[in-house]
């Protein structure tokens, strides 16, 4: 069976939500998920969106998703894409449905004159890195990823100029 790749369209919230739960369960980081189709529905279907998906079907079904959205770097002065989330569920791993969700986006790059196509990858999730390296992407040592949420993100957008 042939797996085929679309573009997400509105109607596909609840799908594509559902593939978010499993991917964080499969992270150990079902806790993390507090979307719901309603943000789905605003973010990736707004009339300017700035994140977009991409559904893998076979026969009609689907079973895995990319989400992604471009991002920009000064040092190719060229746009990027950034894959935040790329899941297959697990009794159609091995089917290509990851290889043909990579290749759309490849696609996706190279048509938007992308410089490069980045995503990140948990150290512990052997089988995703094994994937990734049999297409010859390359990880990116020494870069560690930071990030701020909930009290610490809002107590520096509180933050003033001239230190008050």
Not at 82 to 98: K, M, P
Not at 128 to 153: C, H, K, V
């Amino acid at each position: 069976m042939t797996v085929s790749v679309r573009a997400a369209t509105i109607g596909d919230e609840a799908v594509i939500l559902s593939f978010i739960k499993e991917l964080a369960e499969y992270e150990k980081l079902s806790h993390e998920v507090v979307a719901t189709e309603r943000d789905l529905e605003v973010t990736l279907f707004a009339d300017n969106p700035k994140v977009f998906a991409l559904i893998a079907e076979q026969s009609g079904a689907a079973v895995g998703f990319a989400l992604y959205f471009f991002n920009y770097s000064t040092f190719l002065g060229k746009h990027g894409l950034y894959l935040e989330d790329l899941y297959v569920q697990r009794q159609y791993r091995g089917i290509g449905a990851g290889k043909a969700l990579l290749a759309s986006l490849a696609k996706i790059a190279v048509e938007n004159d992308c410089g490069r196509m980045e995503w990140s990858v948990l150290d512990w999730n052997k089988p995703s890195i094994e994937f990734y390296q049999s297409l010859n992407a390359e990880p990116m040592d020494g870069w560690t990823t930071y990030r701020l949420t909930g009290d610490p993100l809002r107590a520096l957008s509180a933050y003033e100029l001239n230190g008050r």
